[in-house]
């Protein structure tokens, strides 16, 4: 249990994996496992693939699985020729209220600029969508020793102008760039020292009140095994999971950590 207010949040980022069908199973699979055994006091939160969400959402829905839906990426825009693109209101919709932004993998492969998210993050908040806004430093910035500075500017760029009516309007993800789908991980004391400085810089833009109710994950490499380390950090209240997320039972296994 957190020796704070904020409930534990265990989110899972399917990336592009598990076609309709799929996804439709792996979300049944998961809520069998979470219901077989429940835990409470843990936000569980699942983001599939976008064509995936509305199969997803049914799950939730018909089979009352205990988890919340997200999306992996939005646009800013409310409607009209953006090809390709999902708007916010399309998401809620479908159900979720959740989503992803700024992720390493938009930002890298995508372009996805601290501008953008922060113009996501406004048009989500606005549609009561709650952001999972992701940061993190590549290896270079953490073998120069600036991964702390570089990562509070990111945030600090990400969150421009981005109001929020309480602290459970918002999730930040640190996600070390070098240990996301590599198997390797940061210790939990990397972990605590980055996440305890977005702290620090979230009470910079919001003050106290909101930013101690704005939970911050760890994502890189967290599994069932690991996922208790970073538990026990005092700024870290969860983990944004990529591969373990795409078996039910280990996902599973996670959040019942998370609820110990
Ligand atoms: C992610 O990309 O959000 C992630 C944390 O991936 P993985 O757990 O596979 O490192």
């Known amino acids: 249990m957190p020796n704070n207010n904020r409930t534990r949040m265990i989110a899972g980022n399917w990336k592009m994996n598990e076609t309709y069908s799929e996804g439709v199973k792996l979300a049944q699979d998961l809520s069998n496992e979470l219901k077989a055994n429940p835990v409470d006091g843990v936000d569980v939160v699942v983001c599939p693939p976008a064509i995936d969400i509305k199969g997803v959402s049914g799950v939730i829905e018909f089979d009352h699985a205990p988890f919340a839906l997200g999306a992996q990426n939005c646009y ?5 020729a953006y090809t390709g693109e999902t708007a916010p209101n399309m998401l809620v919709d479908a159900g979720c209220t959740y ?3 700024g992720h390493s ?23 009561d969508i709650v952001p999972i806004l992701c940061c993190g430093e590549s290896l270079e910035v953490r073998e120069a020793g600036t991964h702390v500075s570089f990562v509070v500017a990111q945030i600090k760029a990400a969150l421009s102008g981005v109001e929020i009516a ?6 930040i993800a640190y996600e070390p760039i070098w240990a996301i789908g590599t198997g390797k991980t940061a210790t939990a004391d990397d972990a605590q020292e980055v996440c305890g400085a977005i ?3 979230l009470n910079d833009i919001y003050g106290a009140d909101k930013a101690d109710a ?47």
């Open 214 to 260: 704005i939970r911050v994950l760890y994502g890189g490499s967290a599994k069932p095994g690991n996922v208790a380390g970073f538990l026990s950090q005092p700024d870290v209240d969860g983990a944004l999971v990529g591969g373990a997320s795409l078996k039910a039972p280990d996902f599973a296994a996670m959040v019942e950590k998370a609820g110990e």
């Open 99 to 101: 989503c992803i932004i």
């Open 105 to 127: 993998e938009r930002r890298g492969y995508f372009g996805e600029t601290d501008e953008d998210v922060s113009k996501k993050a406004k048009a989500l908040i606005a549609h």
């Open 166 to 171: 309480d602290g459970s309007k918002l999730v």
């Open 76 to 80: 800013w825009e409310e409607s009209g």
């Open 199 to 201: 702290r620090g810089a």
